[in-house]
């Protein structure tokens, strides 16, 4: 497929908004409703009624301030469950309005489970139970209505910028031979984070069968990266534990059924750990398996037949391939005790807090760039409603920017014709090539470099210096070789950009984990090599700049602050 015959299509818009998710649909319709007049274009490699991590739906809304609970509360619970560590003004600032989005889904159509008062019916102290099998669609309905425009099925690729301010994005469409420009006063990214970067728990036709979804391949990462954005925190990557095989949430067994996690011996094996915390529940599972107590399991065989039909219902509104399971092994949840494992390791700023360093209105050091949801950095376990929340705020900001007038300015023609031809060069290239690699076979060569270096499954998620400094090496290499890809349709085309986005964030992800010199996360950060937190000397945020020129990822260190501004601009 000739460059020649693709068609350049140059959009004008006064917002981009990059992803379609929770983030980007929060943010687009709060645009359209503090100025109908406002040209926002949304711009989703999927479709919007079906994207993102919302895609199969969900069962429960896992950030919500039930009675009792607080923004301080809320703010203290992420904070001790993340080791101490995190942007206490983001997520104050997300605990505040989660409340609020709660109720906008509602109003747009989700089901919210209530009890006999009307009231939402909590799951646990910060979650709700909701019927969010089409949570997506009814979003995509609001956005819609909104007016905002929708670009489906459109993968962006780099961002555009001008005198170091970000004035749009290309991209290309999957479905047939378009290339886009898209110029706008402000730009909000709302990508989600990045799976398929370690070898996953399945394999062959399975290998997809993640717990985050395989086509959030870290391509708002990707584009700061190379457009030298700061980011911060790759090191806290997330590691699920999740229902052996099928990768199906535990969230309904725990919570919802209060399961309690048991080894193989019948035994509580939490107790024996010194706390509760997220990774900890994963860690204790970890090192009960290798120390020859596995397998481990959530113990479902004390509820009763009721409560095992419901938690099936439940599973039906976000994940029923645990229900083909127990179908297939002919047993009932209450017959049996679910397994579970960790799975492979994800970059993602919604549980963990990898992504954009970002001020409170949600801005990246890139002027005229914003950043919400997965993509946004420095503010853990904010779900759907904490992503919407982030979402209004980048919209807030974007606006008050286009009404001071700190909107972006038009580029030289000449110089955006330069630009669009080297881009269009960079991206079709892969299609030009007649010899070279395939997407499968760098996707292969990422996730072999990532397990088996980089604390994959196959190391029991550990790391140590050596291994880390072998897979930089090997990853600049992989990062050469990605100029011999070689697609022969839309579809590999778009495979071979998704693994080059893959190695752009694995290689800033190795850089944090090397830099880190403590364990502050068990199992999402495990130095085996310095295995005892230490705040004396790492109570503070690991961040990076990437400098094309050099092909080299700096290291900056940040303070840590409890609230307020963390950078200006």
Request: hydrophobic fraction near 40%; glycine fraction near 10%.
């Amino acid at each position: 497929m000739a460059r020649g015959r693709w068609a350049v299509r140059v959009l004008h818009a006064d917002v981009l908004v990059i992803g379609g998710g929770a983030a980007g649909c929060s943010a687009a319709i709060t645009l359209r409703e503090l100025d109908e007049d406002l040209d926002v274009v949304v711009v989703e490699k999927a479709h919007v009624e079906r994207s993102g991590c919302l895609a199969a739906g969900i069962n429960a809304i896992n950030a919500y301030l039930n009675p009792g609970e607080t923004p301080e509360s809320f703010t203290e619970y992420v904070k001790r469950d993340s080791a101490g560590l995190i942007r206490e003004d983001l997520v104050y600032s997300v605990a505040r309005g989660l409340n609020e989005a709660a109720e906008r889904l509602e109003g747009w159509g989700v089901p919210f489970v209530k009890d006999s008062h009307g009231r939402y019916l909590p799951r646990g102290k910060r979650s709700v139970w909701v019927r969010g099998e089409k949570i997506k669609p009814l979003m995509a309905r609001a956005l819609i209505y909104s007016g905002a425009r929708v670009l489906n099925r459109v993968n962006m690729t780099n961002y555009l910028l001008a005198g170091g301010r970000v004035i749009g994005a290309c991209g290309f469409s999957v479905r047939e031979p378009k290339f886009y420009v898209i110029l706008a006063k402000a730009v909000i990214c709302a990508t989600g984070g990045a799976a398929g970067i370690y070898r996953p728990n399945n394999e062959g036709p399975c290998r997809h069968k993640l717990w985050y979804p395989p086509f959030n391949t870290g391509a708002g990462y990707a584009m700061g990266i190379r457009a030298g954005a700061e980011m911060t925190t790759f090191e806290m990557r997330f590691i699920a534990l999740r229902v052996k095989d099928v990768m199906s949430p535990t969230g309904a067994l725990a919570q919802g059924a209060r399961a309690a996690q048991i080894n193989g011996r019948g035994e509580r094996y939490l107790e024996n750990y010194p706390d509760p915390s997220t990774p900890m529940r994963l860690y204790a599972t970890v090192m009960e398996n290798r120390q020859g107590r596995g397998p481990c399991f959530l113990d479902t065989t004390t509820l009763d037949p009721a409560l095992s039909r419901r938690l099936k219902e439940a599973y039906l509104d976000m994940s029923p391939g645990i229900l083909l399971k127990w179908a297939d092994e002919g047993v009932e949840p209450h017959e049996r005790p679910v397994e579970i494992c960790g799975s492979e390791p994800y970059v993602v700023g919604g549980h963990g807090q990898a992504g954009y360093w970002v001020d409170i209105k949600r801005r990246t050091s890139l002027p005229g760039l914003f950043a919400a949801g997965d993509v946004a950095g420095g503010a853990p376990k904010k779900y759907v409603t904490g992503c919407m929340v982030e979402g209004k705020l980048a919209a807030e900001a974007a606006w008050q920017a286009i009404r001071s007038g700190d909107g972006a300015r038009p580029m030289p023609e000449e110089l955006l014709r330069r630009n669009i031809e080297r881009e269009l060069q960079w991206v079709m290239a892969p299609l030009e090539a007649e010899t070279g690699f395939t997407a499968d076979e760098l996707e292969e060569r990422l996730q072999k470099i990532m397990d088996e270096y980089a604390g994959g499954i196959s190391c029991h998620y550990e790391l140590c210096r050596h291994k880390l400094l072998l897979a930089r090496d090997y990853l600049v290499q992989l990062r050469r070789d990605l100029a011999r890809a070689k697609a022969r349709n839309l579809y590999e085309l778009l495979r071979v950009h998704e693994v080059i986005d893959r190695v752009y964030v694995a290689r800033v992800l190795v850089e944090h984990l090397l830099h880190r010199e403590e364990t502050r996360w068990r199992c999402y950060q495990e130095r085996v090599d310095f295995p005892h937190r230490d705040d004396e000397n790492w109570l503070k945020f690991v961040n990076s700049r990437y400098d094309p020129v050099t092909d080299v990822v700096r290291i900056i260190e940040r303070d840590y602050k409890e609230l307020g501004e963390s950078h200006e601009h």
